[in-house]
């Protein structure tokens, strides 16, 4: 079990990598963050919190992700579904976020942003199977 999560830490990280150095590289590009962002302080409205330091939610919103995208990884992209895991992953990030309330715009305002973004979640899938194949 272990192996399975540390393969999908694996991929989480290799997925926000990617984000990342694309993100601050070119313009244009999906802002997967901002929507987390938003998400993050959302659900804290409904503690009564909210994190006003851009730097500390940033910090927070990646460490979320990490960890939500390692889990799921984990139990998906270890097993013969990695592709498709990948693909219902990037999916669900560029369709689910109007549907809870949240501005879709950082991931689905252009073609390119979309495919951009379905094309980063296969990436961490694929990245989490190979790390997973090596390992276990």
Known sequence: MYKKILAGLGGAIALNLLHETIRKNFNNVPE??????????????????????HDQLYAATLAGDVISNGIYYATTATSG???ASGLLA?????AL????????TPV??????????VAYY????VVTKLIY????
């Not at 976020?97 to 879709?104: I, Q």
């Open 81 to 83: 579904f990695n592709i």
């Open 90 to 94: 990037g999916i669900g990030a560029v």
């Open 133 to 136: 194949d090596k390992i276990k």
């Open 32 to 53: 997967v963050n901002k929507v987390g962002e938003e998400a993050l302080n959302k659900a804290l409205d409904k503690a009564d919190m909210k994190i006003t330091n």
């Open 108 to 117: 689905a305002e252009t073609t390119e942003k979309k495919v951009m973004t």
């Open 122 to 125: 296969l990436f961490g899938a």
């Open 97 to 104: 976020p109007k549907k809870m309330g949240l501005d879709d």
